[in-house]
């Protein structure tokens, strides 16, 4: 073997390179796809420092919470905002705004210890620290000490997509003017954020304590970030679980004379909320009664009005008495009561026909009227649940006013219908209901996405002690209600991040995709080469096998010394796929930085991309070779001794017309099927189309060679591809 090596040297150099160029190719783009999944898991990792998890909320609740907590943990407030230079005007949206304390530089040891220093104000500093991100810094075109005007939401008691929220921009954004003392590299501290993204976030820091007085919220955080890398996500929210109240679920429970009462401080209960009290009041025996009060803007019949009324609906009306005495019975969905008050100033009896006008949402949360007409099913008199004012949650700016005139509403409100005898009631039964719904019709028109009831009551029997159910109900109901309903649970961020850098993209198919034209010619290269020194040593063949070697001996023969320098050669490529990767990485970084979405791209090799790389390039070529050598079953001994390796066939000669009609059509096919589909899938066709081109134009380009116009027909050397 090796005087035959040394013999047909030239043939076997460009056979050498050959296979080392497919070697750099295939296991460059291995390697490439390492390099791209461990420069997402590095910036992932980094914007993280040492969190494994973390609890975020919509609602603020207590900063004691963290010491219950195992690990090293770190409250924050955490909004979003955005950043003016209060001189140049430039102005920064979306802007993370982060009120930090000493805790939080255990998880960002490196440079958590400057940023706390830089963010201590100085006795003579009339405005609060500010440090802020490189990438921030850019965007606002600020220097240290310069003033910047920040501004950032404020939680609303109410929830803003609900009639009673405030929506106005006084109400909902704060703003706190700062002094820049720090700026932070693109890169640890600087590069904080908890949304799994590749994008420079625009980072601003604040004093925690500073913050909380900004947004009246002393004491309050709505972030927990906690490094516990020996305890998981369940454990955590298990403790967290056992050490929660009801205010922190942003719940009341309260124990009234007759029943027992729950409300939410945002004035609506969600469904998993209520689902969860339901099931406990059941389980004590208890009788549940749902409410819905909303407010309506007219209520109206025989061209009469009353304005800016309470509608409660409920699913018992137990409680209410019709005029004559009678218990009133349970409503149909078309049906209402009204008070004997409000049945007077419209001058109706039961059976009139009465319309309620309202607002609802409409399209981007602009209020429209709309009006429904029931059909009054009795009157009740001005008693018992009739007048009770705590159906009506205690809105701010409403019920604290002693006149209707008075009321700070967040609605349009025409103060010019409010009469004297509306004022009257208000001062007499404040905002309790002037009419009853039934409870699904209430659920069909009031209900919002954030939840369906205003409140729930309990009811025990007469000889039950309603003290000792409320003790057990408080118990029943923490345990059967999930926090996690209410926005209260622990994220796994670190192990969310290392599954988001792996992504659902394969990178290293993709690439290898990319390189696929590359590698394919490589491939073929390799046969061309192979069949050209079949070519050169078809004599020796024939010879041989003239003088009584088997067939499978010489393709054995042959076999081993290709597969020799097809080791050789992988070995080879193994050294230029490094260079081939790290030009791969230049292109993500430039060219075509679209594709990957971050120019922080580094080269990361593993050991398991070259031995594969290695492995597949021995299977790819030694197959190539293996095929080229069984040729010789096909040529005769005396055309092999005469320097030819194969004989044209008819067959063989259609065959190339055949796969070239085949591949222009299945080309075609493909790029119209990857214009119709999803960008995540049009990749894999396009990759086909473009490999059914390919065949398609070796096929004609075999098919020119072979035609009468360019044969040599002094020419015993034939270059095949089937």
């Known amino acids: 073997m090796r005087r035959s090596l040394i013999h047909y040297w030239r043939i076997h150099l460009g056979f050498l390179l050959g296979t080392a160029i497919a070697s750099t190719a295939l296991t460059g783009a291995l390697l490439v796809g390492d390099s791209v999944r461990g420069s997402l898991r590095d910036l992932a990792l980094e914007r993280l420092g040492r969190i494994d998890h973390v609890l975020t909320s919509e609602r603020f609740f207590r900063s004691d919470l963290a010491e219950v907590i195992p690990g090293t943990k770190a409250a924050a407030i955490l909004l979003s905002g955005a950043a003016r ?127 909380q007085r900004a947004l009246d919220q002393q004491g309050q955080i709505n972030a927990l970030m906690v490094a516990a890398p020996h305890n998981s996500r369940d454990e955590l929210q298990t403790i967290l679980n056992q050490n929660l109240d009801f205010a922190d679920l942003g719940l009341r429970l309260t124990l009234h004379e007759e029943f027992i009462e729950l409300l939410s401080t945002r004035f609506i209960l969600n469904a998993p909320t209520i689902a969860a009290a339901i099931q406990s009041a059941a389980a004590q025996g ?146 309790a209901p002037k009419a009853f719904v039934a409870a699904s019709t209430g659920q069909r028109l009031w209900r919002t996405r954030h939840g369906d009831l205003t409140s729930l009551r309990f009811y025990t029997p007469e000889s039950d002690d309603l003290a000792h159910h409320d003790q057990t109900l408080r118990q029943t109901l923490r345990r059967t209600l999930a ?59 024939g010879l041989l096998l003239a003088t009584g070697y088997s067939l499978s001996t010489i393709r054995w023969r042959f076999f081993g010394e290709g597969a020799a320098l097809v080791g050789l050669g992988a070995l080879l490529g193994l050294g230029g796929a490094q260079f081939y990767a790290y030009l791969l990485l230049v292109g993500l970084r430039t060219w075509w930085l679209q594709a990957i979405g971050t120019p922080f791209l580094q080269l990361h090799s593993t050991w398991s991309s070259p031995i594969l790389g290695f492995i597949a390039t021995l299977v790819l070529v030694s197959f190539t070779i293996w095929y080229t050598v069984r040729r010789f079953h096909k040529t005769p001994i005396p055309s092999l001794l005469a320097g030819r390796t194969h004989t044209e066939t008819q067959i063989q000669r259609t065959r190339a017309p055949v796969l070239a009609v085949f591949g222009l059509v299945m080309a075609l096919a493909l790029s119209l099927t990857a214009s119709a589909v999803e960008a995540s899938t049009a990749a894999a066709f396009f990759f086909a189309s473009g490999s059914a081109a390919l065949l398609a134009l070796l096929a004609l380009f075999r098919i020119w060679l072979r035609s009468g116009q360019h044969h040599s027909s002094g020419s015993n050397l034939r270059i095949g591809l089937g």
């Open 85 to 211: 230079h209060t001189t140049t005007q430039a102005r920064a949206s979306r802007v993370q705004i982060q009120g930090i304390d000493n805790d939080f530089t255990q998880l960002f040891p490196r440079d958590g210890t400057a940023l706390l220093a830089d963010l201590v104000q100085a006795g003579d500093q009339p405005f609060p620290s500010l440090v802020i991100s490189a990438s921030l810094q850019r965007e606002l075109g600020a220097a240290i000490g310069d003033p910047i005007l920040l501004s950032l939401e404020r939680q609303s008691q109410v929830h803003r997509e609900s009639l009673f929220g405030h929506r106005a921009t006084d109400d909902i954004v704060a703003t706190l003017r700062v002094v820049l003392k720090g700026v932070l590299p693109d890169s640890g501290v600087g590069r904080f954020g908890l949304k799994p993204n590749q994008h420079l976030p625009l980072n601003a820091y604040l004093d925690l304590q500073t913050l």
């Open 286 to 431: 208890l009788k549940t009664t749902t409410l819905l009060t909303y407010l309506a803007n007219s209520i109206s019949a025989n061209d009469r009005a009353v304005p800016y009324s309470t509608v409660s609906a409920l699913d018992d009306p137990t409680g209410l008495y019709l005029v004559d005495g009678t218990p009133a019975p349970a409503l149909a969905d078309d049906e209402l009561y009204l008070d004997s008050w409000t049945a007077r100033e419209l001058d109706v009896a039961p059976g009139a026909t009465i319309a309620l006008s309202y607002y609802v949402f409409g399209p981007r949360e602009a209020l429209q009227t709309t009006q429904t007409e029931f059909r009054l099913a009795g009157i009740v008199r001005m008693d018992g649940l009739a007048i009770d004012r705590s159906l009506t949650p205690e809105y701010p700016g409403l019920q604290d006013e002693d006149d209707i005139s008075a009321w700070n509403a967040p609605f349009p409100i025409d103060m010019s219908k409010i009469r004297p005898q509306d004022e009257a009631y208000w001062d007499q039964y404040g905002a």
């Open 483 to 541: 926090p996690e309903s209410v926005g209260l649970a622990f994220r796994p961020v670190r192990q969310e991040a290392i599954q988001a850098a792996s992504g659902a993209t394969d990178f290293s198919g993709l690439f290898i995709g990319f390189s696929f034209f590359l590698i394919a010619a490589a491939a073929l290269l390799v046969v061309l080469l192979c069949k050209l020194g079949l070519e050169e040593r078809s004599r020796e063949a």
